[in-house]
Nanobody, 114 residues
Framework: QVQLVESGGGLVQPGESLRLSCTASGNINSAYIMGWHRQVPGKQRELVAFISGTGITSYADSVKGRFTITRINANNTIYLEMNSLGPEDTAVYYC????????WGPGTQVTVSS
């Protein structure tokens, strides 16, 4: 079992930045792919970014150049640095970890509004 806890969500204005954190506990190791999805009510959950234990990253086209995902294996923590936020980034952001099984955090709300 792996437990994930996100933090860092909140309300920001367009153009501002926000950093999300996700810390894993339990049977986590560097073999797990970790990353972020987001979901808006009434829409499917979509992949935002993920990072492997060796630091390989991938991003959704909608966030490339604005979001950066990083990982500290020693702390079992990943971060999502989000810059130039716009109203379209408003969503609940979910941390996940996937290897032999997939695990999800409870989510953290990000609202971008003036």
């Amino acid at each position: 079992q792996v437990q994930l806890v996100e933090s860092g969500g909140g309300l920001v204005q367009p153009g501002e930045s926000l950093r999300l954190s996700c810390t894993a506990s339990g049977n986590i190791n560097s073999a797990y792919i970790m990353g972020w999805h987001r979901q808006v009510p009434g829409k499917q959950r979509e992949l935002v970014a993920f990072i492997s234990g060796t630091g390989i990253t991938s991003y959704a086209d909608s966030v490339k150049g604005r979001f950066t995902i990083t990982r500290i294996n020693a702390n079992n923590t990943i971060y999502l640095e989000m810059n130039s936020l716009g109203p379209e980034d408003t969503a609940v952001y979910y941390c996940y970890a996937n290897w032999l099984s997939a695990y999800w955090g409870p989510g953290t709300q990000v609202t971008v509004s003036s």
